[in-house]
């Protein structure tokens, strides 16, 4: 479903902002579905797609506990952020870093009152390190984050203290020698789907992208901008490429395209019906055809129900719809 290398777009930093949704796991946000089908998106908005994805859903698998916990805030983890830049300024010395780092955990969960200890911090084991997390209720100081997270520069931009591409790290990739995540290979343990989809969308995509971004803080990014968007935008990146060589999409605002395509979704005339019938293409079926790729996920976020024997006249009869349907914007 992925064609080539992609763009190299990273999700996790884009422009001035960074989403630190895989590290804070009680962040919370946008891994539900309505009752109609519909998934969440910034603004309070709800995208209409079906997901075309056949390994994962548009929600953030970061990890075993994603969602589980109380959300404290963005004023909270602002408060926390703050003390934790002050505290490894003064303590974490680049010279030196497996000696500093382990002294600056040691501060910081002292500051915060921090008792949490995951139980596999070592070895084949500590692949999963959601499954360390005991059940029942938490109290303060008991919650699994890690606290290598904090403001990584002056600005107040969140991120890894610990990176070696912050500021604050001095070069030295400090991600394995402590935190929460320690011995799991950090970020490359992170299965967040939406990051590994997002180098694959257009150009046209990446700029709905960032218009919907725009003015969202740290903490609205990590919540509401990195799982169901990026699906949605690679759902119909096929029809944005499209609308944008008709000079259409750049004269839309966010809100209007959703409205555009979730009309598209619940009035697509070539639509499964409900019940199914016999005779159907299934998803595979229309994955092995000839069209682009992007025009056949665009088919299956929208339910298109082709029949192999008819499926040129459907596809130009559904070609001619999405036309008519542009030129009335």
């Given at each position: 479903?992925?064609?080539?290398?992609?763009?190299?777009?990273?999700?996790?930093?884009?422009?001035?902002?960074?989403?630190?949704?895989c590290c804070l796991p009680h962040i919370g946000g946008d891994s539900w579905r309505a009752a109609d089908g519909a998934w969440p998106g910034p603004g309070g908005l709800l995208l209409k797609f079906a997901n075309f994805n056949?390994?994962?859903?548009?929600?953030?698998?970061?990890?075993?506990?994603?969602?589980?916990?109380?959300?404290?805030?963005?004023?909270?983890?602002?408060?926390?952020?703050?003390?934790?830049?002050?505290?490894?300024?003064?303590?974490?010395?680049?010279?030196?870093?497996?000696?500093?780092?382990?002294?600056?955990?040691?501060?910081?969960?002292?500051?915060?009152?921090?008792?949490?200890?995951?139980?596999?911090?070592?070895?084949?084991?500590?692949?999963?390190?959601?499954?360390?997390?005991?059940?029942?209720?938490?109290?303060?100081?008991?919650?699994?984050?890690?606290?290598?997270?904090?403001?990584?520069?002056?600005?107040?931009?969140?991120?890894?203290?610990?990176?070696?591409?912050?500021?604050?790290?001095?070069?030295?990739?400090?991600?394995?020698?402590?935190?929460?995540?320690?011995?799991?290979?950090?970020?490359?343990?992170?299965?967040?789907?939406?990051?590994?989809?997002?180098?694959?969308?257009?150009?046209?995509?990446?700029?709905?992208?960032?218009?919907?971004?725009?003015?969202?803080?740290?903490?609205?990014?990590?919540?509401?901008?990195?799982?169901?968007?990026?699906?949605?935008?690679?759902?119909?990146?096929?029809?944005?490429?499209?609308?944008?060589?008709?000079?259409?999409?750049?004269?839309?605002?966010?809100?209007?395209?959703?409205?555009?395509?979730?009309?598209?979704?619940?009035?697509?005339?070539?639509?499964?019906?409900?019940?199914?019938?016999?005779?159907?293409?299934?998803?595979?079926?229309?994955?092995?055809?000839?069209?682009?790729?992007?025009?056949?996920?665009?088919?299956?976020?929208?339910?298109?129900?082709?029949?192999?024997?008819?499926?040129?006249?459907?596809?130009?009869?559904?070609?001619?719809?999405i036309v008519r349907r542009m030129e009335r914007l």
């Open positions: 479903m992925r064609p080539g290398a992609g763009t190299g777009a990273n999700l996790c930093l884009r422009g001035t902002l960074s989403c630190v949704r056949p390994r994962r859903g548009p929600r953030i698998e970061a990890s075993g506990y994603e969602d589980a916990f109380a959300d404290v805030g963005r004023g909270e983890m602002e408060r926390r952020f703050a003390r934790r830049r002050r505290l490894f300024l003064e303590i974490y010395d680049p010279e030196r870093p497996r000696e500093s780092l382990p002294r600056y955990m040691e501060a910081v969960a002292g500051a915060e009152g921090y008792r949490y200890r995951h139980g596999a911090n070592s070895g084949p084991a500590s692949l999963h390190v959601g499954g360390s997390v005991p059940a029942g209720p938490r109290g303060q100081g008991e919650l699994p984050e890690c606290q290598l997270l904090g403001f990584i520069d002056a600005g107040g931009r969140p991120g890894c203290l610990a990176h070696p591409l912050a500021p604050t790290s001095g070069g030295h990739d400090g991600r394995d020698l402590a935190g929460f995540f320690h011995h799991t290979g950090c970020c490359n343990s992170v299965a967040c789907e939406a990051a590994r989809e997002f180098p694959h969308l257009s150009p046209a995509a990446l700029g709905v992208f960032d218009r919907a971004v725009e003015g969202l803080s740290w903490y609205e990014y990590s919540r509401h901008a990195t799982s169901v968007l990026v699906y949605y935008l690679r759902a119909f990146d096929h029809l944005l490429v499209r609308m944008d060589e008709a000079a259409v999409l750049g004269r839309l605002p966010f809100r209007e395209l959703v409205s555009f395509t979730n009309a598209l979704y619940d009035e697509w005339p070539l639509k499964i019906p409900v019940p199914r019938g016999t005779g159907f293409m299934s998803a595979l079926d229309l994955l092995r055809t000839p069209i682009p790729l992007p025009e056949r996920i665009l088919h299956i976020a929208l339910r298109t129900g082709f029949r192999a024997d008819t499926f040129g006249e459907q596809l130009e009869k559904g070609r001619e719809w």
